[in-house]
């Protein structure tokens, strides 16, 4: 378990807080009901944060908690979106190729462009009769996105920690290159990634803010959670 310390981040994003201890269940209950049930389409909720925050973990364990409550539940990653298109560039295509039709109640098999243009298989789904679909990745709040999501949830990470983490995961993945190559990477990422964010700043729409690096001590399986600005 990482220590938990007083979280460091990045100019501009403030701390949350109060903090408490709540399960993957609870916290996947209360964005259902900030979702509420939309009729005739799938309750759509964004996870957004920083690179290496945790937001692929927690979104696989909404999805995982929505099933084992009997709900059709959906995960779409943006950085399937973003693949090969500019590193925030892909709201449109978030838009058009997912959100919209979810919205008009029908499924998805979406294969963005850069997917056709290099041979890339398979396909964006998301099966229609859906009660739940998850959108993960940074940018996943943006405003051009807001108009077709119901709840979001923002998972707010210490900077340096999350770098460590991140690299370490490329390297261990085979993404990016060996540790230099895997580093300089991260870097040019995180400088497009700060600006975007600085601008988007979706931190100021979430519902709910979790915490992706420790912030009080939890046992195993709990999550650090606290209010967002929409439900002080």
């Avoid at 927690?58 to 693949?83: F, I, N, P, S």
């Avoid at 590193?87 to 499924?107: Q, T």
């Avoid at 996105?145 to 707010?156: C, S």
Wanted: glycine share 10%.
């Amino acid at each position: 378990m990482d220590e938990v310390a007083p979280l460091v981040l990045p100019a501009g994003e403030p701390l949350a807080g109060p903090w408490r201890s709540a399960d993957a269940g609870e916290v996947a209950d209360l964005l259902l009901r900030v979702a509420g049930p939309p009729r005739g389409r799938p309750a759509v909720v964004a996870v957004d944060g920083r690179s290496a925050a945790g937001k692929s973990t927690l979104a696989t364990r909404l999805v995982e908690h929505a099933a084992r409550g009997g709900r059709a539940a959906a995960l779409v990653h943006t950085d399937d979106l973003a693949w090969h298109e500019s590193f925030f560039g892909w709201g449109a295509l978030a838009v058009e190729g997912v959100l919209a039709p979810l919205h008009r109640g029908v499924g998805v098999r979406h294969r963005p462009p850069a997917w056709e243009r290099r041979g890339r298989p398979g396909a964006v789904e998301v099966p229609a009769g859906s009660d739940l679909v998850v959108l993960e990745g940074v940018g996943a709040a943006q405003r051009q996105l807001a108009p077709f999501l119901d709840a979001t949830v923002w998972v707010q990470s210490d900077a340096a920690l999350a770098e460590r983490r991140g690299i370490a995961r490329d390297v261990a993945e085979g993404v990016n290159g060996d540790v230099e190559r895997a580093t300089a990477f991260w870097h040019e990422w995180v400088a497009e990634e700060l600006v975007f964010l600085q601008r988007e700043r979706p931190w100021e729409r979430a519902d709910l803010v979790v915490a992706g690096t420790p912030t009080i001590p939890l046992a195993a399986g709990r999550l650090a959670v606290a209010p967002g600005p929409l439900h002080p």
